[in-house]
């Protein structure tokens, strides 16, 4: 993006500083074409204000917003975009959310847990009986022979089950879930969502371990 295309955008975006802002102004008073430009990318933007703003207004598809919550990898702020560019992406990504969220209340991600988040670390190393920022509950073998560990996730409002695949956990169902408030949370397992607990009927081969066979499989990197 050229600096004089930077400028018009942080102009009409209100992100010039009060003096810099004054000396755009001035030089719009002196070149007409810069002045045009300005009123053409205004108006640009009330049109994908009205256009879009109602969709972007609307509750996150549940599917996007496990896939932010699961990542939990902050990122550096991209530049070189423009606003118009970054609202497309944004309305594109809640079509998508949209399309793919069948039913609303249970998602099937199917996609792997990303390394180095609170989940893969839930997961990875945490017992159903201690505490965290996402609690484990049951942990078993499904038919496959995998390991699986249901979870719930406070800060995000989700609960799922994921299965140890490969050298990753892959996010198998997931759900909102209001957490218990007390200390009734300390028990992961009590308030599983039923969405959770079916999946859990359809996977379970045998019974859920203890602790100390979840200890053991811990310990043997659910091998």
Sequence with gaps: MNERLERILAYVDGELAPADRAAFEAEMAADANLAAEVAAHRDLARSVAAAYGPIVDEPVPEQLRLAASVANDPRPRR?????????????????????????????????????????ARALEGQLASEPGVVRIGLSFRDHGGRYCRTFQSRGDGVAGLACRSGARWRLETATRWTPTQGPDYRTA????????????????????????QERAARDAGWR
């Design 79 to 119: 530049h070189g975009l423009t606003w118009a560019a970054m609202a497309a992406c944004l309305v594109a990504g809640v079509f998508a959310g949209r399309a793919t969220l069948t039913p609303p209340a249970q998602v099937g991600v199917g996609a792997d847990v990303p390394a180095r988040t609170d989940l």
């Design 189 to 212: 397992g009590s308030d599983t969502p039923p969405e959770v607990l079916a999946a859990v009927d359809r996977s379970l081969a045998g019974e859920t371990l203890d602790g100390t």
